[in-house]
């Protein structure tokens, strides 16, 4: 449960919140925003996301930059430094164990970009310190860390937003009322790609961790292995030590779309095809192919794109196949094609979705109204779910049986032992 | 004194270093050939081959060349033959039976008659594409040994117990789309003399991708295409890979660590297929409980420790 101090400091966000709605015009411009209502922002993670999130964040007015965080001296260093250059009068501590920024009460809110090892067990522990987060994707690493990230989230009655910020765009919200609206009929089909997959990273020798780098916390809760520079930064997301390759880091971005015009439930099939990189130490997929049938779709992932007029210019598209026409879409361009068009928008489909106001807004405003964001924990956790099924039928090379209701596999008990992976000590979930 | 001690130490430490992969026990030969029957062989329909007196006979008439029905990789053959005055035969290696000249190479089997015999093309050559460095006895009439060696990328052929070819395939370039898997063939005998023969007794083979020693050596292999038939040949050896590749992710080599950690994972995942064999999964678990009570270091322990769940997971229920 959280503690009473923070809950008196969102009650008091929240109230402030309506004040301001009451009184908006008060000074639009720069509003003047007491240090006491500012939201209380600490950085875990100061890789290239972190450095995103620091930049995002520290530009909202209501924002006060109270913490940044990394195992890595010279990166936090560094980040300091770019935060000091762009908002010089900012009072900013910096910390190389997040669990000091969690004991801090003053912190109201904590921003993840850990490696995805992490992801889970960060979220989970400022939950219970009565933090709200905005969380780097994917999710987690495993399935049963999303379980629990889910329960603890709802037991603490947290604000969590996933960092998917192609969601918040006018895009991928018109796309869902175009498919909403009906004008393609019953969508049957799905067709998702990514191109590229993971380098084999070559065969580095191991190496002695550098002085500034805290790399048993680097390794945190993940199976402990020598270091080499290639296993952390930029690269550790191509070792299934602590990640799922480029299809799990892409997942959550295209299926975001599916997930947010369909809502496919029901699923109960996946089956891979695919292959590691040959040249490397690394070991997630150099290319996969899953196939996923849900109640009333078929999705399919691939590598490549699919064999569809315009999806051999997207590096990364979704295509969807209705009985009454298609519609493809992909995360870059902002293209809509409906069959052979390529169009700006349908001006007769009417706006049904209301606009983000932008993803990290969206969050810092549930933050004050206690209202869950566009991409909250319970819809990420559903979006993200087949990738890490997909994922285990790859490294088990075979077609998996899946009860969307139980959440595990049928028959398949070494399946369902991958839903999960025991955390190295002293790490723990909570039970 | 100390010195030697030192070189003694040394010596250990370079054996158990090296231990992974040492050869442990002499696998056995199979035989293809024993003088009854021609099981391991699809004979063409035209023939060509026959039994007569417990030796396998090609004569200089029609027939079509006999190729093993299963195909190999890695292996040493071993084989008797005997020409006739103007016989004209071979062995065909990692061939595809449906364009073995294409696919495969010959060895070559040729009595001394045919003016064209050069170095290149005469008893013991690849032929056409890596000549003799020694020439073996061509004598007709008489009996010879052959032994050929496919290893991964050097192919040894040896007659009557003396080297004749070593061929690194890498370096030969009309040998650069060869494949490196694949059925071995006898030609028919090519002399269209009437009376002419080539006759082959007590054909074994030492299929090297049976051996766990072996199959482990190829997880150090730096051409990605030897050490993908390694990491096969051991998913298919399963139990008898385990505890070597838990040696061999104890090693000091990136290349050998990851591959031996992937197959393992392979191994692994393959024995908990809940349609898989179920003496694979069983010899399996067995095999990487043993390599945990062994593993000398603490990351290999974890990971076998992880593995076995996964794999105790499936008995247990």
């Not at chain 2, 050069?118 to 052959?146: F, Q």
Request: charge should be negative.
């Amino acid at each position: 449960m959280k503690s009473g101090t923070n809950m008196k400091r969102r009650s008091f966000l929240k109230n402030t919140a309506i004040g301001l709605v009451g009184l908006p015009l008060l000074s639009s411009t720069y509003p003047y925003i007491a240090p006491s209502d500012k939201i209380r922002v600490a950085h875990i993670g100061m890789g290239n996301m972190g450095r995103a999130h620091l930049n995002w964040f520290s530009d909202f007015a209501d924002v006060e930059t109270v913490a940044l965080c990394d195992v890595d001296e010279v990166r936090l260093g560094e980040k300091l430094k770019l935060l000091q250059e762009k908002h010089p009068s900012t009072k900013t501590d910096t910390y190389t164990d997040f669990r000091h920024v969690l004991d801090r009460k003053d912190i109201d809110v904590i921003t993840c970009a850990t490696p995805d090892h992490w992801h889970a067990l960060v979220a989970i522990m400022a939950f219970q310190s009565g933090k709200d987060v905005y969380g780097e994707k994917p999710l987690s690493y495993s399935v049963h860390e999303g379980q629990v990230m889910k329960r603890i989230w709802e037991e603490n009655e947290a604000v969590f937003q996933l960092g998917t910020q192609i969601h918040a765009t006018d895009n991928y919200h018109r796309v869902a009322e175009i498919i909403q609206s009906g004008i393609l009929g019953k969508i049957h089909t799905v067709r998702l790609w990514k191109t590229g997959g993971s380098p084999g990273l070559g065969y580095p020798p191991v190496e002695v961790p550098p002085d500034t780098l805290d790399w048993d916390m680097w390794t945190g809760p993940a199976p402990y292995q020598d270091y080499t520079p290639v296993r952390c930064h930029g690269s550790f997301r191509h070792f299934f030590d602590y990640s799922g390759g480029v299809f799990g880091d892409f997942w959550c971005h295209i299926a975001d779309i599916v997930s947010m015009s369909i809502s496919p439930k029901g699923l109960y099939s996946i089956d891979t095809r695919g292959e590691r990189p040959w040249d490397g130490i690394a070991d997630t997929p150099r290319w996969i192919e899953a196939d996923f049938k849900f109640k009333d779709l078929d999705l399919y992932w691939t590598t490549i794109p699919p064999p569809v007029p315009g999806a051999e210019k997207m590096n990364i598209g979704a295509h969807f196949e209705g009985t009454d026409g298609t519609l493809t879409c992909d995360y870059n361009t902002k293209i809509i094609r409906i069959g052979n068009e390529t169009m700006d928008d349908i001006a007769e489909i009417p706006k049904t979705i209301s606009r983000s106001p932008g993803h990290q807004r969206n969050f810092l405003d549930s933050v004050k109204s206690r209202q869950q964001p566009e991409s909250n924990l319970g819809y990420a956790r559903e979006m993200a779910l087949p990738m890490y099924l997909a994922l285990i039928s790859f490294r088990l090379k075979r077609k998996l049986k899946w009860n969307s209701d139980t959440e595990q596999f049928e028959g398949d008990p070494a399946a369902n032992y991958l839903l999960s992976r025991a955390y190295r000590a002293p790490w723990s979930l909570p039970g | 004194m100390l010195k030697m001690k030192n070189t003694v130490l040394f010596g250990l430490l370079a054996m158990l270093l090296l231990s992974s992969c040492l050869p442990r026990k002499d696998s056995g030969l199979i035989s293809l050939f024993d003088g009854s029957d021609l099981n391991e062989w699809s004979l063409g329909p035209e023939g060509g081959f026959e039994i007569i007196k417990g030796e396998l006979y090609t004569r200089g008439e029609e027939g079509n060349d006999l190729f093993t029905k299963k195909w190999y990789c890695n292996y040493v053959l071993s084989l008797e033959f005997m020409l006739s005055e103007v016989g004209n035969s071979g062995v065909l290696i990692r061939c595809d039976p449906e364009s073995a000249w294409e696919t495969g190479v010959e060895v070559q089997l040729l009595a001394p008659w045919t003016p064209w015999r050069d170095d290149l093309h005469c008893t013991g050559s690849l032929y056409g594409h890596v000549a003799v460095a020694n020439r073996p006895d061509e004598s007709t009439g008489i009996w010879h040994k052959m032994e050929i060696r496919c290893d991964r990328n050097a192919i040894r052929v040896s007659v009557d117990d003396s080297m004749t070819t070593l061929a690194n395939i890498d370096t030969v370039i009309t040998m650069e789309d060869k494949l490196i898997c694949g059925a071995i063939g006898l030609q028919v005998n090519h002399a269209e003399k009437e009376g002419q023969y080539a006759k082959f007794r007590n054909i074994y083979i030492r299929d090297l991708d049976v051996v766990p020693e072996y199959v482990c050596e190829g997880f150090y292999e730096t051409d990605s295409v030897f050490r993908s038939q390694a990491y096969t040949a051991a998913l298919n050896l399963g139990a008898e890979m385990v505890e070597l590749l838990a040696l061999t992710m104890s090693g000091e080599d990136p290349l050998a660590i990851s591959g031996a950690k992937q197959v393992l994972f392979d191994i692994v995942a393959r024995a908990t297929d809940p349609q898989g064999d179920q003496k694979y999964e069983k010899d399996v678990a067995f095999a990487l409980h043993n390599s945990t009570d062994g593993a000398s270091s603490e990351i290999v322990k974890t990971y076998l420790v992880w593995l076995s769940g996964m794999i105790k997971n499936d008995t247990d229920e």
